[in-house]
Structure formats: C-alpha cells, structure tokens
C-alpha cells in the first residue's frame, strides 16, 4: 500500500506560475516510479509528467513539454511539478501517481493520490 498526498494547486491567472507537491508513504519501495496526471471535466486522465526512482530519468506529456518540469526530493519521499506559462486548457484536478513502472497509461498506475484542482482564467 502506498499513500500518496498532493498540495498547491489553486487559481491562477493565464501567464503564471503553480508548483505541486506530492508526498508519499508506505510501500514506496515496490512501488517506485511517481509522476503527476491530470484529468479535466468530461475528459479522460492525462499523463503530465513522471520520474524515476533515483530522478535521472523523466518523461512529459506533449501538451505540457517545455512548460512543466517534474523534480523530486528522495529524501523527503516527495515529488513535485513545477507549472509555467500555464493556460486555460491546464486547468484541470492533477492526480499525483505511483506505480512499478514509469508509464503513460492511467490504466498501469498503481496508486492514486487525491487529485488537487487547478484553475486557470484569461
């Protein structure tokens, strides 16, 4: 079992900046590549950005490349993602996510946090 909490989403203006965070306890070590998913009304979940255990490796969605950076504390067992230039079509609850394998599936994630709302207005 792994537990999977998220803070600092909120609403912004069209232009400015958000960093989530997302920490985790319990089995982290079987379950060990986190990342961050997305999922906006009437839409299916996104994969946004993910890393690696150690944090040498990262992925991002297309949507979100050269925008969003995904960063991740090992010690603190805490990951985060760093929002830039974000735009109305951001908005969106981002679910951080914890899995065996790093993937872009939502259907390979193997825990869930409790999603944290993000609203961007023009």
């Known amino acids: 079992q792994v537990q999977l909490v998220e803070s600092g989403g909120g609403s912004v203006q069209a232009g400015e900046s958000l960093r989530l965070s997302c920490t985790a306890s319990?089995?982290?070590?079987?379950?060990?590549?986190m990342g961050w998913f997305r999922q906006a009304p009437g839409q299916e979940r996104e994969f946004v950005a993910g890393?690696?255990?150690?944090?040498?490796?990262?992925l991002y969605g297309e949507s979100v490349q050269g925008r969003f950076t995904i960063s991740k504390d090992t010690p603190k067992k805490t990951i985060y993602l760093q929002m830039d230039s974000l735009k109305p079509e951001d908005t969106a609850v981002y679910y951080c996510?914890?899995?065996?394998?790093?993937?872009?599936?939502?259907?390979?994630?193997?825990?869930w946090g409790q999603g944290t709302p993000v609203t961007v207005s023009s």
């Open positions: 996510t914890a899995a065996r394998m790093l993937v872009r599936d939502a259907g390979r994630v193997d825990y």
């Open positions: 319990g089995n982290t070590i079987s379950y060990s590549e």
């Open positions: 890393t690696s255990r150690s944090g040498t490796r990262k």
